[in-house]
């Protein structure tokens, strides 16, 4: 914890009138007067006096758009870990126009910048993925020099003068600018982290809302007698993003093979959803938003065995109950606006619908939405997933498909899977099949998330969609106000996609036949709106594929509620 004093150096404040640097520093800050940093500087008047003249020259002499340079140095705070930096120049990003949306990409240095967003626009993300490669590595590939200085001209373009002064030449200039503001701001943040300014060298850079981690002790199943104690049996990893304490709350079930990050692209448009598909009033609607790993993946842990007969230690029900137990335990007001997943985690959202909307007084979410998934296992599909774990386990596995080598399946056979995994979600028409650039970078992430899952949470989450069944009778009587059945057009050739059309099809019918029969009947059904959306040149994954247009059907559906 910071004690607001640097651990290495005492920092010097001059009184006022005694030091004329310190006094030229004054005048430059303002109120804020002399701060923690100038007096770590003030150790050498001399360079506190270039430092003061240069950093002064670079903030208020440029022409540089101040949300271009604002993002330029938090992006370099966020990669050096410089949470003073960070902190100093939130405050000033903001009043330059950059949203909590735009924000929290800045600040998620793990996850692939994206280009296909409405998040950060062209612009910002040249700035930014020049400030990637000058900050990570100094050499700057040519390729985003040229970006970066196109980006330039196309805004010189839009706001130009008549000062004579030629299109290229001022492009030139602020191409020197925004170096110069990706060099001179490394250079804080170094001096900062190894002056220990302020005593925050070794704090997390701030997150540009109130963002939690959780490990949150489940109960694998529920106790029979509701006075017993409950068994905690395994944790889930969550984290909580709040940008209102009056915002609805979205729940996000990640798919088999991944963790909650896999959701990294949608997360940002939804903190900054625009008035555009926000309430009637026009005002800005915002979400808060509950992703979690589901159990053994990610941080997230397995039951032991003993708890279970059958040795189940996952199945598509059980994970629909840990929805619930996170719901409960975060103290997070129901009903949610939604609960979303995709692949296992879309299965899981039809079983918390059967599970948890029936009661029309006390739904737990007012909506879901399932993608790229079914109500049950798929024929021929057991084997399938047989085959895929056999391909883990290799060859040095017992009858009972136990795991022998251990350091095989995590070394040899998780990267097999993913070899064969990533190209079969992302076929040929998806971004991710493209073997250089933004695509690639994005499948080696992904590819990265499914080598690093927990063998036997593989396993026995392959095990729960080799063979389940949601009752139609239970998810047709669900009382959730509206479902959203989505596809990749791309996924399984289409027939992911057919699949869930014929599920919106015969959940529209049961709901049409029910209000066409006896009252009795009709109060038994549920009465949701039912839709299915297929996301073009998507495969699997469309949250990672297509970003955008999954962002876009998904703010729609849920500001028709």
């Known amino acids: 914890m910071s004690t607001g004093k640097s651990r290495i150096v005492p920092g010097r404040y001059p009184e006022p009138g005694t030091d004329p640097v310190a006094d030229a520093i ?246 900054d959803l625009s008035s555009s598909h926000g309430p009637a009033d026009g005002e800005n609607l915002t979400y808060n938003i509950l992703v979690h790993s589901q159990r053994g993946h990610g941080r997230s842990s397995l039951p032991p065995a003993s708890t279970t007969e059958d040795k189940r230690l996952t199945t598509i029900p059980s994970l629909a109950h840990d929805v619930a137990h996170l719901l409960k335990a975060l103290s997070i007001p129901t009903p949610v606006r939604s609960v979303i997943g995709v692949s296992q985690g879309g299965a899981a959202a039809l079983a918390f619908a059967a599970l948890y909307g029936k009661d029309p007084d006390n739904p737990l979410t007012h909506t879901i939405v399932a993608c790229d998934t079914s109500s049950r296992t798929p024929t021929g599909n057991k084997e399938a997933w047989e085959e895929r774990i056999r391909l883990v386990l290799g060859p040095n596995h017992d009858a009972n498909g136990e795991t022998i080598d251990s350091e095989y399946a995590r070394r040899i056979g998780m990267i097999s899977l993913a070899n064969a995994t990533v190209p079969r979600w992302f076929p040929p028409g998806s971004l991710l099949s493209s073997t250089s650039g933004e695509g690639a970078a994005r499948a080696h992430w992904v590819k990265s998330m499914v080598e690093n899952t927990d063998v036997e949470g593989f396993i026995h989450g392959a095990r729960a969609l080799s063979d389940y069944y949601i009752s139609s009778n239970d998810l047709f009587k669900t009382r959730v106000k509206s479902v959203l059945l989505l596809a990749g057009k791309l996924d399984g050739n289409g027939k992911v996609g057919k699949g869930l059309k014929e599920l919106a099809t015969k959940w529209k019918t049961a709901i049409s036949e029910a209000k066409k029969s006896d009252d009795t009947q009709a109060g038994l059904m549920g009465n949701s709106n039912v839709q299915f959306v297929e996301i073009e040149a998507s495969g699997h994954l469309p949250m990672i594929d297509s970003p955008l247009r999954f962002y876009e059907t998904l703010a729609r559906f849920l500001t028709e509620i």
């Open 26 to 271: 004054r005048k430059r800050r303002g109120d804020r007067g002399i701060t923690p940093l100038d007096a770590n500087l003030l150790h050498i008047p001399g360079i506190a006096s270039g430092y003061n003249s240069m950093l002064g020259a670079i903030r208020t002499q440029g022409k540089l758009p101040g949300d271009i340079r604002e993002a330029m140095i938090l992006r370099i705070a966020a990669l050096n870990h410089a949470a003073f930096e960070w902190i100093q120049h939130e405050p000033i990003g903001r009043k330059e126009g950059l949203t909590t949306g735009q924000l929290y990409v800045i600040r998620d240095t793990e996850t692939p910048l994206p280009t296909q967003t409405n998040v950060l626009d062209a612009f910002q993300t040249a700035a930014v993925a020049f400030t990637d490669h000058n900050t990570r590595g100094a050499k700057v590939p040519w390729e985003v020099v040229q970006e970066l200085k196109s980006r330039i001209k196309d805004w010189v373009l839009g706001n130009s003068s008549s000062d004579g002064t030629a299109v290229d030449d001022k492009v030139d200039d602020l191409y020197v600018e925004a170096a110069m503001v990706v060099a001179s701001y490394n250079m804080v943040s170094r001096f900062l982290l190894s002056t220990d300014v302020a005593g925050l060298s070794e704090t997390e850079v701030p997150w540009p809302l109130e963002r939690k981690e959780h490990f949150i002790s489940i109960p694998s199943f529920a106790s029979e007698d509701p006075l017993a104690p409950p068994s905690h049996t395994h944790t889930i990893h969550a984290v909580t993003l709040i940008t209102s304490p009056k915002a609805p709350w979205l729940v996000f079930c990640n798919s088999l093979l991944t963790n909650h990050t896999m959701w990294d692209y949608v997360v940002p448009n939804l903190l």
